[in-house]
């Protein structure tokens, strides 16, 4: 025996026993809400599995705010088709003895097409019909499955699982440049981010601007679809504002955030923003004898005439308040609200409008309509004394005249 030996025998059995090293943390698997979820692959029923091509931007998907109700879970669906916007709603729940995860997707809506190449409606309408079919989910470490029938879309969470929310809240517009140039903005616009979506709403000359869009990852960029406006003729300085933002905002933009100051650029210019909630401005001084009447905070505003004629009959009477920088009311049958302000007598929405969706007789009015075409407002009396609140607008190329009278109660 070599005596080698002995001694390396005696210098392994002296030294100390190895301490397990622990096991490396798992990497959580997100979860499905809350996380934005990028297409991998779609997969029509009958058709071998599609992936976009690299000069596709990829279609995402997100499931946020749930509302825990009975045995599911009301959902919002958001994300973008790659091309567009992407809206609706959905439901969580499971079905049979296996007790099987379900998911049913609601209204769901593509947004304008307008932007979109050949390739790209391809593949959005593709998404779309798939994602209007499902009926069934399955999650796998970072790989969301949804089966619609015999068709299946695959998705992967983007890097860091849960969605972005850093940008989420109000930002006002303080800079529009287009084509190296500043332009002077005359309004006051907002842009506001809820998890995938984006509202854009208010004035940068002298019409109301709505629209909404969708936040997307990798890189962040932010895709609007149409952006609708009321239709007052402006002066040519606040028109060439106006039409600079809506050429804007036609292609994705680019985000960069620093702070309290967010810019969104594209090919069209740049919008610079600074985080804080649109107000409703105060306008400017007018003398004594000019100074409008206000609606009264405190009144309920009830429609009596529309041009000239006794006021429709409708389920719930029409009906108009003025509280908190918030107009609402009612449009004979669903509720309805936006935020907005007066400048002089004109009243301009200043952000998105919201309505219940209450399946209506057919004897409503369109109040929202009406209200996007900044109408001039007049009030005649004393608060607390029966005011009339009038709202006017002249016609337009497709759109006549109106004149809506409301009586105080």
Known sequence: MSALLPLTLAVLTSLPTPTPSAPAPATPSPALVGTNWVLQTVQPAGRAP??????????????????LSGSGADLTLGGSTGCSPLSGAARLGTTGP?????????????????????????????????????????????????????????????TGGRLNTTLNGAWTVTRLNAAGRDLPISGLLNVSFDGPKVTLGGVVGCNAL????????SPARVTFGPVSSTRMACTPTQAQAETALIGLLRAP???????STLTLSGAGGTLTLTRGPLSTATPAPTPATLTPAMPDPAATYTLTRVNGAPAPATARPVSLTFRDGRVG?????????APYALRGTL??????????????PETGVNLIGLLDRA??????????RGQTLTLTVDAAPDAPAERWEFQAR
């Open 50 to 67: 599609i992936t976009p091509g690299a000069r596709l931007t990829r279609p995402t998907l997100t499931l946020t705010a749930p509302t």
């Open 329 to 337: 009311g009612v449009d004979g049958c669903n509720n309805v609200g």
């Open 98 to 158: 296996l007790k099987t995860a379900t998911l049913l997707l609601r209204g769901v809506q593509g947004g304008s097409s307008q932007t979109c190449t050949d390739a790209a409606l391809s593949l959005r309408e593709d998404y779309l019909n798939l994602l209007r079919a499902t009926t069934r989910y399955a999650l796998s470490g970072d790989t969301l499955t949804l089966s619609a029938g015999k068709g299946l879309l695959t998705f992967r969470a983007t």
């Open 375 to 384: 109408p001039t407002l007049t009030v005649q009396g004393a608060a607390g």
């Open 210 to 217: 709505r629209g909404t869009g969708a936040l997307l990852d």
């Open 347 to 360: 009243l301009s929405l200043t952000g998105p409008a919201f309505t219940t969706r209450i399946a209506c």
């Open 253 to 259: 933009l680019t985000v960069m955030e620093a702070g």
